[in-house]
Every structure is written in structure tokens, then in C-alpha cells.
């Protein structure tokens, strides 16, 4: 199939440093090419990808030095271009919320829209019930329960190419992980509070955005004194399977529905099993007992960490390369977009801004 | 004719507090219904016009103590709405920047789009090209100058209803006034240079965002020691006229290409002519020697509070009264509106949304 993907352009695809949704896009587009398809990636030049790459930017958004730059202007040429070479694709993958609803309603027919963030905001539901047409793409069922009524097409769980990351099966070290942002809704207080109650060390791995500063002053930071904790800043992908890998336990103990949570599949690929909140996602990516714990207290996290012995971390990577690995991830999408193209099999001519005015 | 007029929803129309665009239009639809013509003003239902409102939202974004909302998605639902009614009207006039690009392409011949903010951005230029059958209006010459091949209908100078502020023909106080956001494009710090070197006393009226507290503790702050200096924070529209009318003179030092600058038109319509530095629009605001002094340095600045006596406010208003008043700018713009639909006089049919697919 002749297919396009389309993510946002705030970091490079895949992402220098932070960053879901590009990365997803990135994983996704190869794992396309890997299957056969033919496959176009709209992006930045700065992106890295096996795809024919359409670059509509010289470099990301958010780490151009330039201050002087507009969001909205990037991602409305963008989807300019895109609508312009419609007609060279069986199937539009759209990564960007609803920025896309106004200029392919002529052809939705035959788009997919992956929603990547968290769907309770209040002026949301006005928005898809205006474009029904548009086909939805959750990234976990839990997601969808804001916008329950919306035209949902399915659910496709994020996935990691398989050879990404290491299995470890026999971790080195003997401290539980927390990666992350540094912010309330991550709980990184919880993760301590947990620590300090088990006896087991914590290292926190956690980048702190400038909203997220008087946060972690105030409330993190006053915590951090004790020896069992070690902060040690923002990790970059390389040192990501280290720290993952000879963890006895990922925490994950969210206070916000988290629509999926992509460093659960991160550490499972690595064999390490996660103790999360059961909140969000975690539900639809944690199997209690086989890949990690859910639990919702402080006391369930502690009894959790106590049995970590029972997990076979060789299962947790079995069971990350069944349900969470790129190729997974890809077939899904296939699925879907083939049913899409026979709904809608003939393409509809193309009518260019300029001739329909 | 009937006008629609599509402002922000950031903040009510007129804004409660701090806010420019929502102001302006909230002037201009009122003074369009002075003028006999059948004015629609979509907005949130927060608004207060003496046009026909179509409240497509409860309340501006702004200051909604809803932390979970959607700027883009509120506005793209308020766009939606305005091209399901667009065949009510004969002109609709957007200040939205270029997000109604997408919607409006059937019908771009009999939109009018006011552009508001600074336009030498680095994503711009694409937009302007990929859609150029918008008519644009700038609110000043110099404005338009990173954007000169973009399809430019008119400058519009922004203009205040004649009675929102009286003359002070004689102020009361011996002050200069500083009036603004606290920030380093606004350049207090050369406001309280000027104050001090021309020995005269300056009253500081700003607001300071969240954005600006580096910039206001590390840079202005260790000014405001002097006994000439006085910060009284943010004040309100009905402090304005007492704050403004009874300076000597408004000093706007800044130091970037500002499109407009309402604050230059808000004192001369108390009859205080402003001192202002010789960047973005005031060539076109301020006439030197009548209604103010354009300088080009602290000297020159301080030379011109020494002429003040020069000056007559008398004089300063009246100019403002031919040049900036609501009712001129409202003139202006159906000029505009008129010549378009001259050039598109019949009403395309218009396809609704879910029809097109």
C-alpha cells in the first residue's frame, strides 16, 4: 500500500531527546517499510527514516534555536502539502489531534487518525462531533471513555522495534527505577515514599521542564536527601536500556489517565517487570503477576516490591515481543487501513485550494 | 450588510483584564452597529456587544479555572460553526491569524483577515503563499514588511470609541507614565533611565506574566529604588483615563517591531502626547512635534520631555479624534468590505461539511 504518515513537527521524528508521539511515528514508519509497504514519511529534515522522507521544515520545532517560529504556521504547510499529493497515497496517517479536520473532508474516507494525548478536555467533545467523519485511532481503550460517542475505527497499543532494547534477565543492579518527567501527575513522590518503605534503593531518572520547576523544588527535592534516593537527571535513549535493564522493578505509580505509557513497553523489552497505579492504561499493558503488579496503594506497591521474586523476567520479554513489538504495532495498523481502503476504494479527484475557489 | 466579526476566544470580547485583539474587534463590531450595518459577533457567551452574539463557548479560554481545555479545538468548533452559517453574510471578517485558512477556501473572495500580531516569523511566509486568496489587513505599514508578497487589501489603523476617555487639556499630575506588560521588548528599564536623567518622576503601570518574573527580579526591580520611581502594578480599564490623562507625557521606549500599540491611542485620547522610540508602527501612530516626540535614543528621549511644554493636548486629541477613534477604523473597514464584495458580488452555494465527503 502507497501510505503516508503525518506526525507532528514539535521534535524530530524520531525524537533527539524527549518525545512520544514522533517516536511512535518513527517506530511505526519503518516497521511499514520492513512489511513491504510503500511508505511517506512528512516530516522535518532533520528526521531519521527508512521512508521516502517529504521534509517541510528544516528542523524541529521545539529545539530550533530560532525564537522566532509559529506551531500552527509549520503544521498548517505541512498539512497543505499533504492535502496537495493526496492522490499519491491509499492511506493518510494522521498524528496531530484535529489540526487535519478542516482540509480532508473530502477524502477522510480513506485517513486514520491516531489520538495520542489525554481526551478529558472540555472543548474536545464539540470538535468530533463536528467531523464524525474522521475514523479514530485510540492508543488504549481507557482513552476513549471522554469521547465515547466518537467515530473510533480501533485500538492499537504502542510498540518498540524488537531489537531496540536488550532483554536482561539477570539484572545487575539492585535499585527499583523511576523515568519520567518530573511532574505531579508522574508521582515521583510516590516512587520515594515506596522506596523508602521497601528498603530497596531508587534511582530516578527524570527530566524537569521548566513548568515543572517550582514542583520539584518544593515538593521532590526535600525528598531526595535520604541515601536510598539518587537523582541522576535527564537520560538520553543510549543510557535508557542500562538503566531500564538492571532495575529489579520499573514504579509507575501515575495519578492521571495516562492514555498509554510508552516507558511500561520500555522496561518490559528490557525483561524488567513494572509496578503501576491502576490508572489509565495501566490495566490494558501490566498483566497483574506475569509482567509486572497493579496496585492502588503505597501498601499494595510495597507487598509488590516484596514479589518481584515471582516475576520470570524472561516472560515479561515474551510477553513485550507478542503484544508490544513494532511489527505488532504495524500489522494492527495494516489491518485497519485495508479495511478502510475497501470502504472506500475509489479515490476521489482531487480538488487543489486554488481551483476550488 | 451584514458583517460577521470572528475575534480570539483567549479572552472575552472586550477582554475583562488584559487582552488587545479581543478589545479592538469588541470597538469595531459596536461601532459597525453604530453605523447602521447587521453585525454578528461569534464569541464566548462572556461577551458584551450591542451585535447579535453567537456564543459558541461559556466563557473565554484565558481565564476558564479549567485547567483541562483546548485553545485550537475551541477555536476550530467556533470556525466550524461560522461556515455552517456563512451564507448569512456578506463579509466575514477573522482575526484569527491564519487558522480559518482551511475552512474558507470556497469563499476566501468575501473574507476580510485582520492580522494582529508581529509577522516576522519564521514559519510565516509558507502559509501567506500556500494561501494567497485571502485579502489581509495590517495595522500598520511597517508590519507588513517580512510579509510584502502576501495579498494585502489595506492597513487599518486600530481606532477607540471617542467617548472611553476624556481629555486632560490640563493634567494634574508632574509625572511620566509607563503603561504595559513588563517585559523586555517593552523596555521599563529605559523608561526609568529616561525618568532619571530628565529628573522627572515616573509612574510604572504594568503587569507582570508569569513569563516576564526573571526579567522583572533580575533587571527592573534594582531600578525601582529611586524616590522618582514608583511601580503601582497592573490597573484596570476605569484607572486607565486618571493614570494616563493626568501624565505629562506616555513613554513607550520599545524595542521591537510592535504592529500597533494601543497604549500610544489610549493616551492621546486623554490628550497626553507619547514619547516614543522610532520602531514598528510609530512613524505611522505618532506625529513629531503634534501629538508626541519619535526618538532614537535615551538623549534624544530626554530632550523631548524638555519640549513637552510644545506641545498642545488640545491638539493631541484632536488628532486622535480624526486619526484613532472607533468610528474611523469601523469607516475604514467597511470601505474594505465593500470593494470585496464588488469584486465577488454572488454568494457561492456552500457545501456543508457532511455533504462533501
Same mark, same amino acid.
Given at each position: 500500500m502507497r501510505i503516508a504518515q503525518i506526525p507532528p513537527l514539535c521534535e524530530s521524528t524520531p525524537p533527539r531527546l524527549y518525545g512520544g508521539t514522533e517516536r511512535i511515528v518513527a517506530y511505526l514508519t519503518d516497521a511499514l517499510v520492513d512489511l513491504?509497504? %510503500?511508505? &511517506?514519511? #512528512?516530516?522535518?529534515?532533520d528526521a531519521r527514516t527508512r521512508a521516502r522522507l517529504v521534509?517541510?521544515? @528544516?528542523? *524541529?520545532?521545539?529545539?530550533?534555536?530560532n525564537p522566532l517560529k509559529s506551531e500552527l504556521a509549520a503544521h498548517l504547510s505541512m498539512l497543505q502539502e499533504v492535502r496537495r499529493r493526496a492522490d499519491e497515497f491509499d492511506v493518510l =496517517? #494522521? =498524528? !496531530? @489531534?484535529?489540526? /487535519?479536520?478542516?482540509? #480532508?473532508?473530502?477524502?477522510?474516507?480513506?485517513?486514520?487518525? &491516531?489520538?495520542?494525548? $489525554?481526551? @478529558?478536555?472540555?472543548?474536545?467533545? %464539540? !470538535? +468530533?462531533?463536528?467531523?464524525?467523519?474522521?475514523?479514530? !485511532?485510540?492508543?488504549? /481503550?481507557?482513552? $476513549? %471513555?471522554?469521547?465515547? #460517542? *466518537?467515530?473510533? *475505527?480501533? &485500538? !492499537?497499543? /504502542?510498540?518498540?522495534? *524488537? @531489537?531496540? +532494547?536488550?532483554? =536482561?534477565p539477570r539484572p545487575k543492579g539492585h535499585y527499583l527505577a523511576f523515568l519520567g518527567r518530573m511532574s505531579p501527575e508522574k508521582r515521583p513522590d510516590r516512587a520515594i515514599a515506596i522506596a523508602l518503605a521497601s528498603g530497596m534503593p531508587l534511582k530516578i531518572a527524570a527530566k524537569v521542564d521548566v513548568a515543572d520547576r517550582a514542583y520539584f523544588h518544593e515538593v521532590v527535592r526535600p525528598l531526595l536527601d535520604s541515601p536510598l534516593v539518587e537523582f541522576i537527571g535527564e537520560i538520553d535513549d543510549g543510557a535508557k536500556e542500562t538503566f531500564l535493564g538492571n532495575a529489579a522493578a520499573l514504579l509507575f505509580p501515575i495519578d492521571w489517565p495516562e492514555p498509554f505509557g510508552l516507558v511500561m513497553i520500555e522496561a518490559m523489552a528490557c525483561g524488567t517487570p513494572v509496578i503501576a497505579w491502576?490508572?489509565?492504561s495501566v490495566p490494558e499493558v501490566v498483566d497483574d503477576g506475569v509482567n509486572g503488579f497493579i496496585v492502588d496503594s503505597e501498601a499494595e506497591a510495597v507487598q509488590a516490591v516484596r514479589r518481584l521474586g515471582t516475576i520470570d523476567r524472561r516472560q515479561v520479554r515474551a510477553v513485550f515481543e507478542r503484544r508490544f513489538s513494532a511489527e505488532i504495532m504495524a500489522s494492527n495498523y495494516v489491518d485497519l487501513y485495508e479495511r478502510r481502503c475497501r470502504v472506500a476504494p475509489a479515490l476521489p479527484a482531487w480538488p487543489l485550494a486554488y481551483e476550488a475557489g
Open positions: 513491504g509497504h %510503500e511508505v &511517506t514519511l #512528512f516530516s522535518t529534515a521534509a517541510v521544515r @528544516d528542523q *524541529a520545532i521545539r529545539l530550533d534555536p =496517517h #494522521f =498524528h !496531530v @489531534d484535529m489540526l /487535519h479536520f478542516p482540509l #480532508f473532508e473530502d477524502c477522510a474516507g480513506r485517513t486514520i487518525t &491516531t489520538l495520542h494525548g $489525554r481526551l @478529558d478536555l472540555k472543548d474536545l467533545p %464539540e !470538535v +468530533y462531533r463536528r467531523w464524525p467523519q474522521y475514523p479514530l !485511532v485510540s492508543i488504549s /481503550h481507557q482513552q $476513549r %471513555e471522554p469521547l465515547r #460517542f *466518537a467515530h473510533w *475505527a480501533g &485500538t !492499537v497499543a /504502542h510498540g518498540l522495534p *524488537a @531489537d531496540l +532494547y536488550r532483554p =536482561h491502576n490508572c489509565g
